[in-house]
Nanobody, 123 residues
Framework: QIQLVESGGGLVQAGGSLRLSCAAS????????MGWFRQTPGKEREFVAS????????VYADSVKGRFTISRDNAKDTVYLQMNSLKPEDTAVYYC????????????????WGQGTQVTVSS
């Protein structure tokens, strides 16, 4: 078992930046690939980014490629999502998740989830 807690969400103007953090506790963090997803009301949870256990490989949704960066610090049991050049359409609840297959991009491939953090981008 692994428990995940997101933080860092908030309100930001378009063009601004935020960094989300996801702190893990429980079983060894470095054993898990990690991902970030986002969701708006009435829509399915959308893949944002994924990172391998070592952090050596990453994959991004086309909608965030070049603007968002996923990273991890296994010494701190934390995964991050640096979000730059934010747009109003990035507004959503952002979730971190753990234990996918290699660089999984489907929400149902992940076994563990945090509670989410709200990101709101104003125009």
């Amino acid at each position: 078992q692994i428990q995940l807690v997101e933080s860092g969400g908030g309100l930001v103007q378009a063009g601004g930046s935020l960094r989300l953090s996801c702190a893990a506790s429980g079983r060894s963090f470095s054993r898990y690939g990690m991902g970030w997803f986002r969701q708006t009301p009435g829509k399915e949870r959308e893949f944002v980014a994924s990172i391998t256990r070592s952090g050596g490989s990453t994959v991004y949704a086309d909608s965030v490629k070049g603007r968002f960066t996923i990273s991890r610090d296994n010494a701190k049991d934390t995964v991050y999502l640096q979000m730059n050049s934010l747009k109003p359409e990035d507004t959503a609840v952002y979730y971190c998740a753990a234990d996918p297959p290699y660089l999984g991009a489907k929400w149902y491939q992940y076994n563990y989830w945090g509670q989410g953090t709200q990101v709101t981008v104003s125009s």
